[in-house]
């Protein structure tokens, strides 16, 4: 599927720009993968994919502590984007290509 793959991603967060990596695999209308930055590694499961649309929950280790990220976006070819909420510290897009 079109969704799966890695991602070279950036996330606009409000304290800046920040750099990630994303591997997305789906099964049916499932979606996992790792959700990877400089402050470490973290497996998902229970995304979902709808078409190109795609959506997941991951915990993150931030500078304010634990959080947990959620995602939504649309993949169109080698590109991927949308926005995410960092749990309650606001929210943000995301954009990226595949790697």
Same mark, same amino acid.
């Given at each position: 599927? %079109?969704? !799966?793959?890695?991602?070279? +991603?950036?996330?606009?967060?409000?304290?800046? @720009?920040?750099?990630?990596?994303?591997?997305?695999?789906?099964?049916?209308?499932?979606?996992?993968?790792?959700?990877?930055? @400089?402050? =470490?590694?973290? @497996?998902?499961?229970?995304? #979902?994919? !709808?078409?190109?649309?795609?959506?997941?929950?991951?915990?993150?280790?931030? %500078?304010?502590?634990?959080? @947990?990220? #959620?995602?939504? &976006?649309?993949? !169109? &070819? !080698?590109? +991927?984007?949308? #926005?995410?909420?960092? =749990?309650?510290?606001?929210? &943000?897009?995301?954009? =990226? #290509?595949? %790697?």
């Amino acid at each position: 599927m %079109a969704v !799966d793959g890695t991602w070279n +991603i950036t996330l606009s967060t409000p304290m800046g @720009e920040r750099p990630a990596q994303l591997t997305l695999k789906t099964d049916g209308n499932a979606l996992s993968g790792t959700f990877g930055s @400089e402050r =470490g590694s973290q @497996e998902f499961s229970g995304g #979902t994919v !709808d078409g190109n649309n795609v959506s997941w929950k991951t915990m993150f280790n931030g %500078a304010m502590g634990p959080m @947990e990220l #959620t995602f939504s &976006g649309t993949v !169109d &070819g !080698d590109t +991927i984007g949308g #926005t995410v909420q960092f =749990g309650a510290f606001g929210s &943000g897009t995301w954009k =990226g #290509t595949r %790697a």
